[in-house]
C-alpha cells in the first residue's frame, strides 16, 4: 500500500497576526523559514518517491525546502491548493468570534454544515483530495510519496485518511509552525474518485 507523508506548509505574517489566510497567497515568514530547515532536517531519513505541492507560494516555498534534504523535485498541482474561505479570508479569527458567534461556533463543533460565505465547502474539498488521491494511487502502487498542503487543507487530508475529527480548524487557519505526519497504508485511496485531473 501507499503511505502518505503529509507535510504541513511553514508559518506566514498572516499566522503570527491570527488572520485567517485560505487561498490569499503569500511567502514564509523570516520564523517559517527556519521552522521549515529544522522539519526539512528531521525529515532527511525518509526516502520518498515523490513530493507533491498546491500551488500556493508558502507551500511550494514548504515544498522547495524539504525537497533538497530530500533529494527530489517539487511536482505542483493546482488542485492541492488550499480551502477557499471567501470573505473569512484576510480576517482576525477573533473577529469572527466576536462578529459572527453562531457561525463561529457551527464551524467548531459541525464545519461539514458551514459553507464560508463565497467560499468553498469542506466536501467540495474533500471531493477536489479525492481526486487527487485516487490519481496519484494509481501512479505509486507502493511506498511513501509527500504532500506538501497548507491548513486547514492538510486537516482534511488526515480528516480522509484517518477518518478522524477535523479537530480545531480555527486554529488551523492559522498554524503556526510547519508539522509533518507519516499516514501509513492510506485506505480511502482505494475507493477515491478516479476522475482524471490535471498535475
Not at 508559518?11 to 526539512?40: C, F
Not at 525518509?46 to 525537497?67: D, K, N, R
Request: aromatic share 4%; proline share 6%; with cysteine.
Amino acid at each position: 500500500m501507499l503511505d502518505i507523508l503529509l507535510i504541513r506548509a511553514g508559518q506566514t505574517d498572516y499566522d503570527t497576526q491570527g488572520r485567517i489566510q485560505g487561498t490569499i497567497d503569500l511567502p514564509l515568514n523570516e520564523e517559517g523559514k527556519l521552522q521549515v530547515a529544522s522539519l526539512s532536517e528531521q525529515l532527511g531519513q525518509h526516502a520518498v518517491a515523490a513530493i507533491y505541492a498546491g500551488p500556493g507560494t508558502a507551500t511550494q516555498e514548504t515544498a522547495e525546502l524539504v525537497a533538497e534534504f530530500l533529494h527530489q523535485k517539487v511536482k505542483s498541482n493546482k488542485n492541492l491548493k488550499n480551502l477557499n474561505l471567501g470573505l473569512w479570508q484576510g480576517m482576525l479569527v477573533a473577529d469572527v468570534k466576536s462578529k459572527q458567534p453562531k457561525v463561529y461556533r457551527k464551524w467548531l463543533e459541525n464545519p461539514e454544515s458551514v459553507c464560508p460565505p463565497e467560499g468553498e465547502t469542506l466536501q467540495a474539498a474533500k471531493e477536489r483530495l479525492q481526486d487527487v488521491l485516487a490519481k496519484l494511487s494509481k501512479k505509486h502502487k507502493e511506498g511513501t510519496i509527500a504532500l506538501v498542503l497548507p491548513e486547514p487543507l492538510a486537516s482534511v487530508l488526515v480528516h480522509l485518511l484517518r477518518d478522524a475529527d477535523f479537530g480545531n480548524l480555527w486554529q488551523c487557519c492559522c498554524q503556526s509552525c510547519p508539522a509533518w505526519e507519516l499516514i501509513p497504508g492510506s485506505q480511502p485511496l482505494a475507493i477515491a474518485n478516479s476522475t482524471p485531473i490535471e498535475e
